[in-house]
């Protein structure tokens, strides 16, 4: 009985001892058979040379830390690796540090980048010339996958920058102050929460949603969608324009094709020079090209006040240029007159009116302030409308008094007409530097046909305008008594082109105080 428990304690020391040893075998060649795991399984997922300086783990509690992890695509002449972490800590379970399972609770990432490239395999199209795209709105069908299950990965101070699809402009950078993933898994999507400062406009954008499957061959054709809110952009970056916007809205589509669904609200936008601030709200439909940043808007529905605008166009890059070119075409939904030169002119607008409008829009990039660098180029006409600076009004309503035959004396005498109406003011214009050029403007008052052309300098408000008067009275109807009679003989000479009378007329001085001439016999008369 004795040597039978001395022989099975010896057997039971043997297996412990055996036992021990191959424990610590196994640990010591965990840790490499840890980070050879972890690096096989991100290889296999984005087919990709994958470096780990250093990894370690502990059991209690389960812990594993990596230092330096760089992924870079097999198939990509990139300089830059597609993912680079500085430091990573994972929380998995036991089974899964033992290899009996693929979980993993919650990884935190510090110094996360993702370098997007500007075409992938997926994007070469056979027998095309090297580097010809083939570009879609569809997401990809790749459906590799990732070995692990990982429930959360918390990675703040993230910076995603996307390579431009031409050579030598800008790539662009999303710094992302906060960003959470959740079920990031075997094929399938991963719901992220994420905020991010936008650069310009400065502001913060706050987004929920859902991205991927990862496209390994291509990360241009990832599925991206969500909603977003972004609040207290200040335009006051853009040189010339200032106001406090927020904008909200939903995307859905992929990197390279993200279609955008949203509203903005600026209630101070204005112009710095001229203008007054105004309520400004849009609604827009636009697709965003994620790997340039260049954007289509169609449409646009802006609200200025009482004012509804329709606009499309798009912000994109133009041959020649350094940045971004704003080209648009709008037209009037339902338009006013007040509320344009409120924007533009400010302080009391001179005219009020129903007005059609139509205009191509264009803003190059540059450091100029907008209002030097706008360009507009279109047309415009209001049925109907009515001058609310009285000197204006006055010297309108005198000359529509004249063309009318009804003399300085009738007026005198009481004899005046109604309320002048200005009607069917159209014209065309173009604004270049500040400055707005008209041509073939035309309006009609009562008893009178006025033509004019010229400029109005946004800036120093100063009014140059030269046209036509033609009236349905005669020159002699213009007065009474004894010059009546004398001017008869003449009213000859002045009928032109069925007119009446038909004289010169100039325009000059400020907005605020226009004056209003013209020449009779080689001779300046101002019209009061």
């Not at 209003?516 to 009061?528: A, E, L, M, P």
Request: glycine share 10%; charged share 25%; net charge positive.
């Amino acid at each position: 009985m004795r040597k039978a428990l001395q022989y099975g304690a010896l057997v039971v020391f043997v297996i412990l001892l055996a036992a021990g040893i191959s424990g610590y075998y196994y640990i010591r060649t965990l840790e490499p058979r840890l980070k050879n795991r972890a690096v096989q399984a991100l290889s296999e997922r984005f087919d990709a040379d994958v470096e780990l300086k250093t990894l370690r783990f502990s059991l209690f509690p389960p812990s594993v830390k990596g230092d330096e992890l760089t992924i870079r695509h097999k198939q990509w002449n990139d300089p830059h690796p597609l993912i680079r972490i500085r430091r990573f800590v994972a929380a998995p379970d036991l089974l899964t540090i033992f290899e009996r399972r693929n979980l993993v609770r919650l990884v935190r990432l510090e110094g996360l980048e993702i370098h997007i490239p500007p075409r992938g395999r997926s994007t070469m199209a056979h027998g095309m010339e090297a580097n010809q795209e083939v570009s879609s709105a569809e997401p990809g069908h790749d459906t590799t996958r990732l070995r692990f299950l990982i429930e959360k990965i918390v990675a703040d101070g993230t910076l995603l920058e996307i390579e431009p699809k031409t050579a030598g402009k800008d790539s662009l950078q999303f710094e992302i102050k906060e960003l959470t993933m959740h079920s990031v898994g075997p094929g399938q999507a991963m719901a992220f929460d994420a905020k991010l400062t936008n650069p310009k406009p400065p502001g913060l954008i706050d987004t929920t949603g859902q991205f991927g499957p990862w496209q390994r061959d291509d990360p241009r054709s990832t599925a991206v969608s969500g909603d977003y809110t972004f609040e207290h952009a200040d335009l006051g970056v853009f040189k010339g324009i200032h106001g406090i916007l927020s904008s909200k809205g939903q995307y859905k589509g992929v990197l390279q094709h993200i279609v955008v669904d949203g509203e903005t609200d600026t209630p101070d936008f204005g112009l710095r020079t001229g203008g007054d601030p105004i309520h400004l709200k849009t609604k827009f439909h636009s697709v965003v090209d994620g790997t340039n940043g260049d954007t289509i808007l169609d449409p646009v529905d802006a609200t200025l006040l009482n004012s509804e605008f329709l606009c499309s166009g798009g912000v994109v890059h133009m041959p020649g240029r350094k940045g971004k070119t704003v080209s648009l075409d709008a037209s009037t939904k339902r338009g006013r007159i007040e509320d344009i030169l409120k924007l533009v002119v400010g302080g009391k607008p001179v005219l009020t009116g129903a007005v059609d409008f139509r205009s191509k829009i264009e803003i190059p990039p540059g450091p100029e302030e907008v209002l030097d660098k706008l360009t507009l180029d279109g047309q415009f006409g209001l049925h109907s409308a009515n001058f609310t600076n009285s000197q204006i009004q006055s010297r309108v309503k005198t000359l529509s008094n004249r063309a009318q035959g009804i003399s300085k004396k009738d007026t005198e005498q009481g004899q005046e007409s109604p309320e002048t109406v200005v009607s069917n003011l159209r014209g065309r214009f173009k604004l270049r530097n500040g400055v707005a050029s008209f041509s073939r403007l035309s309006f009609q008052i009562p008893g009178a046909l006025i033509s004019l052309n010229g400029t109005y300098n946004l800036r120093s408000e100063k009014i140059d305008m030269q046209g036509t008067f033609r009236m349905q009275a005669t020159l002699s109807d213009t007065q009474s008594g004894i010059k009546h009679w004398l001017l008869k003989p003449f009213d000859p000479l002045f009928k032109k082109n069925g007119a009446g009378f038909q004289m010169p007329l100039e325009i000059g001085g400020t907005k605020d105080h226009p004056e209003v001439g013209t020449h009779i016999f080689h001779k300046q008369v101002n019209i009061h």
